[in-house]
């Protein structure tokens, strides 16, 4: 069965730091493309950014997550973080880990809250 258990979201104030994990439990962790996505109320659900299985695990990001969030992988861990610097009030969002092979995602967290407010 597979899992994907997204956490460390949380309530914090503008300026701050968060870093989500996302562990993975069920699927060869190494072979997928691990992508964090969020979804603001009322609002569609974006990729935040992606980080490419294999050995060289290439990282893109959105452009409002470029250079204030880094994602990366410990495949030993079968685990993807998202460390999210400055953070702003729309940050605010449920944030998704997607586990994605062929340009689809298989598989989805239930998400975990990320409330950026003072």
């Known amino acids: 069965q597979v899992q994907l258990v997204e956490s460390g979201g949380g309530l914090v104030q503008p300026g701050e730091s968060l870093r989500l994990s996302c562990a993975a439990s069920g699927i060869i962790f190494s072979q997928y493309d691990m992508d964090w996505y969020r979804q603001a109320p009322g609002m569609q659900r974006e990729l935040v950014a992606q980080i490419s299985s294999g050995e060289w695990n290439y990282a893109t990001y959105a452009a409002s997550a470029q250079g204030r969030f880094t994602i990366s992988r410990d495949n030993n861990k079968n685990t993807v973080y998202l460390q999210m610097n400055s953070l702003k009030p729309e940050d605010t969002a449920v944030y998704y880990c997607?586990?994605?092979?062929?340009?689809?995602?298989?598989?989805w967290g239930k998400g975990t809250l990320v409330t950026v407010s003072s």
């Open positions: 997607g586990a994605e092979r062929w340009g689809r995602i298989e598989n």
